[in-house]
């Protein structure tokens, strides 16, 4: 069923576990999620990019989700988010469009414009009953050429400017950069880095009350999450390994049969590839029967 994120949220930080937040592109991988959450009796969310809504329609991806949280989750419950919001125009279609948490990143801009522009769509989304979710630091990649603890420390979350931009802001919930990075190349390299948590444990002791987000999580393994956890994140973003594993699937099955034309032979593997992400990450998060 379809649920407000709130009291998923509310549950999760009460009994310490994370919430997987998975990225959708289309129907199929939308399902995939369902699926693995329906199985595995996980609470979960579902997030839509902006890309996703321009390739897709935004009134097409919200309705596949209402559709597969009312017929085929049963009573497991499933909250829509929007996933880096770049302007307050954005953020305002989802949230008119019915989705209960959305987030609003302008990490790139200077502090004090991040909180401004933070504080407006905070103002709206509140105003609607809608969660918010900023950031603060910025997140990079091994495609941007930075790797290294040096080459990245600029570029980290400062403890101190978190609790300053949680009060300016009134956020529900802050995306932090700790050394977690987007992207395939990392997975790719084999050089997933690990997170800086004695970082992660001063920004939770400056917003205790604020559930932390975890962007770019993929391929960061079961040690560092169940860390992370420990130390005030509640909400894990996984969207490359979704992706990948999608793909990768859709490939091997032109490899096996070049002449394959019956898209559901294509896409069952591939629904398949991704729903097994989605189950590792439940219960590597902690949040597998706790619907």
Request: aromatic residues 4%; proline residues 4%; contains cysteine.
């Amino acid at each position: 069923m379809l649920t407000h994120l709130k009291p998923i949220l509310e549950k999760a930080q009460q009994d310490n576990y994370g919430l997987g937040a998975f990225n959708i592109v289309n129907m199929e991988t939308a399902l995939a999620i369902v699926k693995a959450a329906k199985d595995l009796k996980a609470p979960v969310i579902i997030q839509v990019s902006e890309t996703t809504i321009e390739y897709a329609g935004l009134n097409t991806i919200v309705a596949i989700v209402k559709t597969l949280a009312e017929d085929e989750a049963n009573k497991i419950p499933i909250a829509l988010h929007l996933d880096h919001g770049k302007s307050f125009e954005s953020v305002k279609k989802c949230i008119d469009a019915g989705f209960s948490s959305i987030h609003i990143d302008v990490s790139l801009l200077p502090f004090k414009d991040n909180i401004e522009l933070t504080k407006q769509a905070v103002a709206y989304a509140h105003e609607h009953n809608v969660l918010v979710q900023g950031e603060l630091g910025i997140l990079k990649g091994v495609e941007d050429k930075v790797q290294t603890p040096t080459e990245m420390a600029p570029f980290l979350t400062d403890p101190d400017e978190a609790k300053e931009f949680v009060e300016a802001t009134g956020v529900d919930t802050l995306a932090v950069s700790i050394g977690n990075m987007h992207g395939i190349e990392k997975i790719r390299q084999g050089n997933v880095p690990d997170l800086d948590l004695a970082r992660l444990e001063k920004i939770h002791e400056k917003i205790p009350a604020t559930p932390i987000v975890l962007h770019g999580a993929s391929g960061v393994n079961q040690e560092q999450i169940s860390a992370a956890i420990q130390r005030g994140v509640r909400i894990i973003n996984i969207d490359t390994e979704l992706r990948l594993a999608f793909t990768e699937a859709i490939k091997n099955i032109f490899n096996q049969d070049a002449l394959v034309y019956d898209p559901r032979k294509v896409l069952s593997p591939a629904i398949a590839a991704v729903q097994k992400i989605v189950a590792e990450k439940i219960k590597m998060f902690g949040s597998k029967n706790k619907a």
